[in-house]
């Protein structure tokens, strides 16, 4: 059971290019998350999907674009990255309907733009 | 919009006693849920407890136990017989229908 996948697991990246980090869920969960987590702030929700084809800004979205073709993949895409969106990534995922279905996270994807 | 607090950025226990971390949301819906999560150091976010809102009865799972009080809009965690592998990150999160809202973390030292 894998779960879900985040990949790269580690990445550099120069200011001004364009990155996509991957996510991958095997459990066909309908609700799909992407969060930041910053020293201080927690875990911020930058944009979530509903289902495939179906999504939503969350706390933090600018400078970021998602999509959703296949319900089990939800990539972020940093379109031109700045030094500010140096930040670990986290994917999550959870069944869909009842609000007390917990949600489950991928191991992160650590970003650093220089 | 919904919002979680967590007061206590840092707090330290000696193995084997008893701590509570705090965590007091915002919200005006009356059917919802809330969480802990436990963030060790390898960064893996693990589910600790869930607490439904319309149940009086707090929580308990094994030495982790919640105060929920829905009144004060509170829900403390409490973590008796502390081990050497409670130490990490703590944090709140509350959800009602497709948002979750974490707090901004308590980081539990325990000492030896």
């Not at chain 1, 940093?78 to 140096?86: D, F, I, K, P």
């Not at chain 2, 919002?3 to 705090?22: F, I, K, R």
């Not at chain 2, 965690?77 to 973390?105: E, H, T, W």
Request: hydrophobic share 30%; proline share 4%; net charge neutral.
């Amino acid at each position: 059971d894998a779960g879900i996948t985040q990949s790269p697991r580690y990445k550099i990246t120069e200011t001004g290019r364009q990155v996509t980090l991957m996510c991958h869920q095997t459990w066909s969960h309908s609700y799909m998350f992407w969060y930041r987590q910053d020293l201080g702030h927690g875990l911020r929700l930058i944009y979530y999907s509903a289902a495939a084809d179906i999504t939503d800004k969350g706390e933090v979205p600018d400078g970021y674009v998602v999509s959703r073709s296949k319900t089990e993949n939800f990539p972020l895409t940093l379109e031109s990255a700045t030094r500010s969106q140096t930040s670990v990534y986290f994917c999550a995922s959870s069944p869909q309907g009842h609000s007390g279905n917990t949600i489950y996270f991928g191991e992160g994807s650590w970003l650093t733009v220089v | 919009a919904q919002t979680v607090t967590q007061s206590q950025p840092e707090m330290s226990v000696q193995e084997a006693e008893t701590v509570t971390l705090s965590c007091t949301y915002d919200t005006s819906e009356s059917d919802y849920y809330l969480f802990w999560y436990k963030q060790p150091p390898s960064r893996q976010m693990i589910l600790v407890i869930r607490q439904e809102a319309y149940k009086q009865q707090n929580a308990t799972e094994n030495r982790f136990s919640v105060n929920f009080q829905k009144a004060a809009k509170s829900f403390s965690l409490k973590i008796s017989d502390s081990q050497l592998g409670d130490a990490a990150m703590y944090f709140c999160a509350y959800r009602d229908g497709q948002n979750f809202v974490f707090g901004p973390g308590t980081r539990l030292s325990v000492l030896p």
